[in-house]
């Protein structure tokens, strides 16, 4: 019953949801309520819009809480007594300086890019095996494409080879109904030879009927033949789908595989990953000479944060990050700046979700009003819909 009464508590802010409101009306014009099946579905489509614009501002509210606090920690900080900012202050410059140190060396010619540096750290138990994957892929990708190429080329052969085979039974037909055509001539001019003249046709009939036997046994064994390798080259052929069809499956999934590796690693080739690879290893040599200064800067951030944990500070994390902003106004002010934006952000994204539930409670309110008779329906439905 929560969600429930939190749709139909009381009216707060109406101006703020008309237009969102305005939507939902003209949806509802074209519903017609006495129809179980649109005024259910109009029904769940308010709860669902509510709900979600309130799991929406719960989130939002954290949120705003916590840039809140970033702002309240400014506070805190600048309303410092002197000797506590002085004693703060003196630690965040040796941090500053330590940082300043480090981008130095960090910027010098030809030095791997951080980014990149540090992706590969994070990947460097798998990069080896990665571009041993990404070898593999393309040597598989080559094999497979010359695969398909190959059973394309045997598909064109066959595929040829079935038109010849469509072609000659059909000659071979053509020229059984020729041979026959003739036989039928033959006897009707024996028949006339028989009985218009009283000729003696035996040898006729035979000689005719002999020939058209021998003709039409040599056709038809031609046809036999032609018809057996059809069904061979079509067997054949559906083989040749099947077994394309198979490679093809395999080309996707390795073009797949191949794909998702180079996103992984952030690369475009197996080569291209071992230059980087090669890259890091040197540059992995070369920044364990940085180790003593980060080792410096760790124990200076520890200090920072002990320091910090002894006044109202809800993030200290934040500051040990930010160091310069404890000894660089113009850095403070752009953090008071970004963090006010912020805010403003999340306080016209949490408007807007409340115009959504404000509208889609409203929504709702006025169903009811208008048709009472379904006031306990909405009701199980907006229960049954809490508990999913």
């Avoid at 003709?215 to 038809?220: D, S």
């Avoid at 809800?314 to 805010?343: C, K, S």
């Amino acid at each position: 019953m929560g969600f429930w009464k939190k749709l139909f508590g009381r009216d707060e802010d109406r101006e703020t949801y008309e237009s969102v409101l305005e939507s939902l009306t003209d949806a509802e014009a074209d519903i017609d309520m006495t129809d179980d099946e649109q005024r259910r579905s109009h029904v769940t489509n308010c709860l669902e819009q509510a709900k979600e614009a309130s799991g929406e501002l719960s989130r939002l509210n954290r949120e705003y809480a916590l840039v809140t606090s970033y702002l309240t920690d400014i506070e805190e900080v600048e309303a410092l007594p002197d000797e506590e900012r002085e004693a703060l202050n003196a630690i965040a410059n040796r941090l500053v300086a330590l940082g300043r140190e480090r981008d130095k060396y960090r910027d010098r010619k030809n030095r791997m890019k951080d980014s990149d540096y540090y992706r590969m750290r994070k990947q460097e138990s798998e990069v080896a095996e990665g571009i041993e994957k990404l070898r593999e892929c393309e040597r598989y990708g080559e094999l497979v494409r010359q695969d398909m190429k190959r059973l394309d080329r045997e598909h064109s052969a066959y595929i040829f080879r079935r038109g010849e085979l469509e072609s000659m039974l059909n000659n071979l037909r053509g020229m059984a109904v020729i041979f026959l055509t003739a036989l039928a001539a033959c006897v009707v001019i024996l028949l006339v030879l028989q009985f218009g003249f009283h000729m003696s046709t035996q040898a006729g009939y035979i000689i005719s009927v002999g020939a058209a036997v021998i003709a039409i046994l040599f056709l038809w064994s031609k046809y036999e033949d032609a018809e057996q390798e059809k069904k061979r080259v079509e067997k054949t052929l559906n083989k040749l789908i099947l077994i394309h069809n198979k490679v093809k499956i395999r080309y996707v999934n390795n073009k797949n595989l191949f794909e998702y590796l180079c996103i992984k690693y952030n690369t475009t080739s197996a080569a291209e990953l071992e230059k980087l690879w090669n890259r890091y290893s040197r540059e992995k040599e070369e920044r364990r000479e940085f180790a003593e200064t980060e080792a410096k800067m760790d124990s200076y951030r520890m200090q920072l944060k002990n320091r910090m944990a002894n006044y109202r500070i809800t993030d200290p994390d934040r500051w040990v990050d930010r160091p310069e902003a404890l000894t660089d106004p113009r850095e403070m002010v752009e953090i008071r700046h970004e963090l006010i934006l912020r805010r403003q952000t999340l306080r016209k994204q949490m408007d807007y979700n409340k115009r959504i539930e404000d509208a889609s409670r409203d929504e709702l309110m006025k169903i009811v009003k208008r048709y009472p008779g379904y006031a306990v329906e909405i009701l199980s439905m907006a229960d049954a819909y809490e508990d999913a």
